[in-house]
Nanobody, 117 residues
């Protein structure tokens, strides 16, 4: 049974930085894709970035150039380094695992990121 736990959210001023972490427990396969999603108030949950086991990354336009996703397979941990944060980045950030060719998808409980002066 895969479980995901996020941490690292908080309140930061515009232009500041935060680093989110997602620790996975259970069996993680080499085909599993990990990703960060976010959900702002009144909006749908949306992809921020994703990463494969071999380090291939995918970023949405809003994350390119400011956010960096990384993964430590030995620690079963994924990170999201967020720099130059803007108020529009305010959201609950969720860790996600997808296992291709199966119906398996898991979510963490979310961590709140608030960007405000």
């Amino acid at each position: 049974q895969v479980q995901l736990v996020e941490s690292g959210g908080g309140l930061v001023q515009p232009g500041g930085s935060l680093k989110l972490s997602c620790v996975a427990s259970g069996t993680i396969l080499s085909i599993d894709i990990l990703g960060w999603y976010r959900q702002a108030p009144g909006k749908q949950r949306a992809l921020v970035a994703s990463i494969t086991t071999d380090g291939r990354t995918n970023y949405t336009d809003s994350a390119k150039g400011r956010f960096t996703i990384s993964r430590d397979n030995a620690k079963k941990t994924m990170y999201l380094q967020m720099n130059n944060l803007e108020p529009t980045d305010t959201a609950v950030y969720y860790c996600n695992l997808k296992r291709p060719y199966t119906l398996l998808t898991k979510w963490g409980q979310g961590t709140q990121v608030t960007v405000s002066s």
